[in-house]
C-alpha cells in the first residue's frame, strides 16, 4: 500500500516513520510513503504559497493551485504503470480500477475510527492531504471529490500529526505489517490492561500483583476476565 502525502513539511514524518514497526514496513516493502510538497509546483521563485484570505481576518490561507498540483502528480504516480505490448521499451500510465480516496484533513470531517482504518486499508494508494496556517482555499474541494475527516474534536496547526495517526492505524491492517497479524488487538479478545513478569513486586511496601486469573492457566476464565475489563 503506498500513502501520498499532501504537505508543506514532509521532513515533520522523519522521525515516526523512522522507528519501529513502520520503518520495517517500509523497509520489508510492506508499505510505502511518498511526498510532494505543494511548494515545489508554484510558479513564484521565493515558492510562496500563503496568502491573505479573501473576506478578512486573521492567518494566511494555502493557495488552491499548488494544492491542485500536487494532488494532480500524487494520483498521476497512483495509476498502475504497464507495459505497451505493442511498443517496445514504452510505457504508458493507465488508472486503476481501484478508487483513490482523497483525504482533506479539517476538524469539522468525519470522525476517523479504527473501522475507518480498516476500510482504507482495501485500497492500493491513499491520498491524505494536510493544511497548515488558516488552511487550503476551499476551491480545491470543488476540483477533486475529497473525504473530509477529522482525528478528533480538537484543532491542530496543521495536517502532519493527524496523517502520522491515519498512517499507523491504516498500516497496522496491511498484512505482513505486523509480526503475527493476529496481533491486532481488534481481531482477538483484549483488555485494555496487560501484566508481565514478575507476577509480584513491591514499591514503598506496598505489593502488586497480577491478577490470579491470568496466572492460573485456564484459557477460558482468562478470555471472560479480559471480555470484562474491556466495557
Known amino acids: 500500500m503506498t500513502f501520498h502525502i499532501i504537505t508543506l513539511f514532509p521532513h515533520a514524518f522523519d522521525s515516526y516513520l523512522g522507528e519501529s514497526i513502520l ?28 496568502r491573505a484570505p479573501y473576506g478578512g ?11 491542485i498540483k500536487a494532488i494532480e502528480k500524487a494520483l498521476m504516480n497512483a495509476k498502475r504503470i504497464t507495459r505497451n505490448a505493442g511498443k517496445k521499451k514504452t510505457l504508458h500510465a493507465t488508472r486503476s480500477t481501484l478508487h483513490v480516496p482523497l483525504i482533506w484533513l479539517s476538524p469539522s470531517g468525519k470522525q476517523f475510527t479504527n473501522e475507518s482504518g480498516v476500510k482504507y486499508a482495501k485500497a492500493r494508494d491513499l491520498v491524505i492531504i494536510c493544511g497548515r496556517y488558516e488552511g487550503i482555499d476551499a476551491r480545491v474541494k470543488k476540483a477533486f471529490k475529497v473525504e473530509e475527516v477529522s482525528v478528533g474534536p480538537f484543532v491542530l496547526t496543521g495536517g502532519e500529526l493527524p496523517a502520522m495517526l491515519m498512517i499507523d492505524v491504516i ?8 509480526g503475527d497479524f493476529n496481533s491486532r488487538e481488534e481481531s482477538r479478545i483484549a483488555s485494555p490492561d496487560v501484566y508481565t513478569r514478575p507476577d509480584v513486586f513491591t514499591y514503598k511496601g506496598k505489593n502488586f500483583r497480577v491478577p490470579k486469573v491470568l496466572l492460573s492457566g485456564h484459557q477460558a476464565k482468562i478470555n471472560e476476565w ?3 475489563r474491556k466495557k
Open 226 to 228: 479480559k471480555l470484562k
Open 57 to 67: 481576518g486573521p492567518g494566511m490561507v494555502m493557495q488552491a493551485l499548488p494544492v
Open 171 to 178: 498500516a497496522r491492517q496491511v498484512e505482513g505489517v505486523l
Open 23 to 50: 520503518k520495517r514496513a517500509i523497509e520489508d516493502k510492506k508499505i510505502k510513503v511518498k511526498f510532494y510538497n505543494p511548494r515545489d509546483f508554484t510558479e513564484n521563485k521565493h515558492k510562496r504559497i500563503d
